[in-house]
């Protein structure tokens, strides 16, 4: 059974950063891909980042690309989303997630998903 912990949410101003962290547990963590997902209110689950098992490839949405970065340390089994230049729009829960056989931005295709937190942005 794997386990996935998310830490680091919270409330920030515009423009301003936070980094999320996602520990996992139970299961070989450096040959899985990891994905950060987001909910908003009255909104669907929407892709954010994906990293492959080695961290070698990763996958940001476009509307995240080139102020959000996913990275993982598999010696740590953690995966992070460093959020730089939030946007109220960015406000969600954040969710990150495990997929044992699968790279991409399907969330069905993820197993195992943490119980998530909160970035609030404010204007």
């Known amino acids: 059974q794997v386990q996935l912990v998310e830490s680091g949410g919270g409330l920030v101003q515009a423009g301003g950063s936070l980094r999320l962290s996602c520990a996992a547990s139970?299961?070989?963590?450096?040959?899985?891909?990891m994905g950060w997902f987001r909910q908003a209110p009255g909104k669907e689950r929407e892709f954010v980042a994906t990293?492959?098992?080695?961290?070698?490839?990763?996958s940001h949405s476009d509307s995240v690309k080139g102020r959000f970065t996913i990275s993982r340390d598999n010696a740590k089994r953690t995966v992070y989303l460093q959020m730089n230049s939030l946007k109220f729009e960015d406000t969600a829960v954040y969710f990150c997630?495990?997929?044992?056989?699968?790279?991409?931005?399907?969330?069905?295709?993820?197993?195992?998903w943490g119980q998530g937190t909160q970035v609030t942005v404010s204007s």
């Open positions: 997630a495990l997929a044992p056989n699968y790279f991409g931005e399907i969330s069905n295709m993820y197993t195992y």
């Open positions: 139970g299961r070989t963590f450096s040959s899985y891909t």
């Open positions: 990293i492959s098992g080695s961290g070698i490839v990763t």
